[in-house]
């Protein structure tokens, strides 16, 4: 097997459980009364808010996913927590990213999604907040404020 095709798995694998965790989350978020059942549309101004926060989370998480990878590597096995949360983080926000930029989703779509990216973020972000690292302390502030976006989508 090579490096390639084993990437290749890996990154099949970890879209498909973002996926599912999605799924989950979604279903979950609405079962406990986060459905809006008057369709009402979310505002352009809550969109926008987590367009921006879950860029910024990209483009920090990676860094934070890198610096992960390369201590793992080096036996620091502290940062196995880190570097699974910030997998799932950076799946999940890639997704809200997605569906929040182009806002043609359904109401409920979206809160779905906002809620599943609100738990991965709060994850990521105590799993970061743990190390000293300027990488892992910027990951955790933009997930805490990816989070909150989310969350005020939530809270109506």
Do not use: W
Not at 88 to 111: C, E, P, Q, Y
Not at 141 to 150: G, L
Request: charged share 20%; net charge positive; glycine share 8%.
């Amino acid at each position: 097997m090579t490096d390639e095709s084993s990437f290749g798995r890996r990154g099949f694998l970890v879209a498909g459980a973002a996926l599912a965790a999605s799924t989950i989350g979604a279903r979950n978020a609405l079962a406990d009364g986060a459905n809006r059942s008057d369709s009402r549309p979310i505002s352009s101004g809550k969109l926008k808010a987590i367009v921006e926060a879950t860029t910024n989370c990209q483009k920090v998480g990676e860094a934070c996913l890198a610096l992960s990878a390369k201590q793992l590597g080096q036996g620091m096995t502290a940062m196995s927590r880190c570097q699974k949360s910030c997998i799932n983080m950076l799946a999940l926000t890639r997704a809200m990213l997605v569906v929040a930029s182009h806002g043609t989703a359904d109401a409920n779509l979206i809160v779905g999604l906002a809620a599943v990216t609100a738990k991965a973020c709060r994850e990521c972000e105590a799993a970061c907040a743990e190390f000293e690292t300027a990488q892992y302390k910027d990951c955790a502030e933009s997930c805490r404020r990816t989070a909150e976006a989310c969350e005020a989508l939530l809270n109506g």
